[in-house]
Every structure is written in structure tokens, then in C-alpha cells.
């Protein structure tokens, strides 16, 4: 990806309410951010649903038909407020939504997608499938993740885009650097809070319980958390030199849950990860950022 603020942005549609949400998200940023916005509607063709003794003839009607229906509903989608920004409607084809979605995006020079999430657990991931799973691990730009009923983002009066509070989960990998640069550029002109924070994952089963109380991993290692901390600070100088107010924690605990906590505690407005998970590995237990899919309740950006 390119640290530069989103230009080009994809919203994807299947037409339902789910797919709604996504929306004032994205013409929220694009507002902000200067940026045109293209309405993305990808269809699906198996073949296994024509006959295969005419299937070049048949398939040619079937998908010309699809995609003059899609287009006809794409133009008459109520995507809200669309004041100030460019938007563009379109209709890819794809072997699947989120395959449709991926190429169109690496054709088109996108800088974002919006997408919403249905926010399955992980085991409902597996054997259903999940587009928004696909996108995020195959894009080949940041993908925005939200989901209904979700808090952070976006100013509830007017619908415009408030990034005041940037959460960071960090693990010191070149991913996680890779989401704080990032966050730093969409900061530009915002001047928000970016919080920095490291789960140290520490989950011992209940057998091992001391009484009277749970046992801490900063108990066991009680210069731990300090060793952390100074780490952390030296990444946080770096953004502190531009400008922007940055926070440090450290907790324990297993990371998606800790870290959904700690976004609704700090009234967080975006969370932003770097990308770790490809597209060939099982994720039966998942990857944190699948795993927050579900836990969270704030916007998450994957880059």
C-alpha cells in the first residue's frame, strides 16, 4: 500500500441493509478526504447452472441479463448523502464477490474499501465463507470494516467523519509499523489521539488458579510492563515529532478481547492493524484481526 490519504474509493453493495451500513462510512471520508467514490456491485455466474451443450450462448444471455438487472437496482440504490463528492456506479463480474471485488480494485488504483461486516464468529467463517474475510486478506489496498450499530467514526449529527481517538494494537512487527504510519497520514489536519497499546497474551487455564486471585504474568516478570512501555516510546517519538498526542498502555490477557475492551473504555473511533493473515492459511482459530471482526464494536482498518 501507499501512505497517502484514499483518493479512490470502493464501497461494495449486495444490495441489503447489511451493505448500507457501509456507506455514510465511506462518503464520510471521501467528503474529508477529497476523494471520489465508486458504488461496487459484483456478479457471480457458476457455471454449472447452463446447460454445458450451449453454454458459451447461454452464459453471454444469463450474465447480460444479471448485469443489466444490477445495474438498473445500482442506479436506483439510496446511498444517503452524496453532497461534495464524485460517485461513480458500477458492475464488475468475479468468479466470486470478494474475487470481483479484489480485481477491480487492483485494476482501478483503489486506496480504500469499505465494507461491511456481518460480524460472524469465526466458526460460522469457516464453513460459510466470508467475502469480507477474502477482501481484507487478498486487497491490495487498506480495507474499512464496519458493522451496524457500531460506534467511533462518524459525528452522529451530522454524519461527517470525526477521528479523534486512533487505537494501535502493536506486536513490533513491520505490519504493525506499517498501521501506524498509515494512521499518521490519515491524521493529517485532525490532529486525534493515537493510542498505543500491546496485549502481552497471558491466559492461563482456570486449573492453575491461586487463590485468592488470578494470577498476573507482570507478577511473574514484575519489570515487564516497564521494559514494554520504553519499547513502545520509542516508537511513539517518531509520531510525537509530527505533532500528534500519543498514548502508551500495556495489558494482559487475550488480545482481541482485551483489545475490544480497551476501544470501548477510550471511546475509540478507528482501529487500526496491519495485515498478518494470507490467504492459504486455516483460520479455524484465527488471526486477532479476524477474531476482532466479531469482538469489536468500533471501525476497524486493515492495511
Given amino acids: 500500500m501507499t501512505n497517502r490519504q484514499p483518493k479512490r474509493i470502493i464501497v461494495t453493495t449486495d444490495f441489503s441493509n447489511n451493505?448500507?451500513?457501509?456507506?455514510?462510512?465511506?462518503?464520510?471520508?471521501?467528503?474529508?478526504?477529497?476523494?471520489?467514490v465508486t458504488l461496487l456491485h459484483v456478479i457471480t455466474v457458476h457455471a454449472d447452472l447452463v446447460d454445458s451443450a450451449t453454454a458459451d450462448e447461454t452464459s453471454d444471455t444469463y450474465v447480460n441479463t444479471l448485469e443489466e438487472s444490477a445495474k438498473r437496482k445500482l442506479d436506483d440504490e439510496d446511498v444517503g448523502d452524496t453532497s461534495g463528492v464524485t460517485v461513480n456506479r458500477t458492475v464488475a463480474r468475479g468468479q466470486t464477490a470478494s474475487a470481483g471485488t479484489i480485481a477491480y480494485a487492483s485494476d482501478h488504483g483503489a486506496d480504500l474499501i469499505v465494507i461491511s461486516s456481518h460480524g460472524r464468529r469465526v466458526l460460522g467463517q469457516i464453513l460459510l465463507g466470508s467475502v469480507t474475510r477474502n477482501v481484507i486478506v487478498e486487497a491490495p489496498c487498506p480495507v474499512l470494516c464496519v458493522k451496524s450499530r457500531e460506534s467511533g467514526l462518524l459525528d452522529d449529527a451530522n454524519q461527517?467523519?470525526?477521528?479523534s481517538r486512533i487505537l494501535i494494537p502493536?506486536?513490533?512487527?513491520?505490519?504493525?509499523?506499517?498501521?501506524?504510519?498509515?494512521?499518521?497520514?490519515l491524521s493529517e489536519g485532525l490532529n486525534?489521539?493515537?493510542?498505543?497499546?500491546?496485549v502481552v497474551h497471558f491466559d492461563p487455564p482456570a486449573t492453575i488458579f491461586i487463590p485468592p486471585g488470578?494470577?498476573?504474568v507482570f507478577h511473574l516478570d514484575p519489570d515487564?510492563?516497564?521494559?514494554?512501555l520504553k519499547h513502545m516510546d520509542e516508537w511513539a517519538q517518531g509520531a510525537r515529532s509530527s505533532g500528534v498526542e500519543v498514548k502508551t498502555d500495556v495489558l494482559e490477557g487475550t488480545p482481541a478481547r482485551e483489545i475490544s475492551k480497551y476501544a470501548d473504555q477510550h471511546d475509540i473511533d478507528l482501529i487500526v492493524l496491519g495485515r498478518r493473515c494470507s490467504a492459504d492459511e486455516p483460520s479455524f482459530l484465527g488471526s486477532v484481526a479476524l477474531r476482532l471482526l466479531h469482538e469489536a464494536h468500533r471501525p476497524m482498518l486493515i492495511v
Fill in 214 to 216: 488470578r494470577p498476573s
Fill in 160 to 163: 461527517h467523519l470525526d477521528l
Fill in 19 to 36: 451493505a448500507a451500513n457501509a456507506y455514510p462510512y465511506a462518503f464520510a471520508m471521501a467528503r474529508h478526504y477529497g476523494a471520489e
Fill in 224 to 228: 515487564m510492563r516497564e521494559r514494554i
Fill in 192 to 198: 486525534p489521539t493515537i493510542y498505543l497499546l500491546h
Fill in 170 to 185: 502493536t506486536d513490533w512487527s513491520d505490519q504493525c509499523r506499517g498501521a501506524l504510519e498509515t494512521a499518521l497520514t
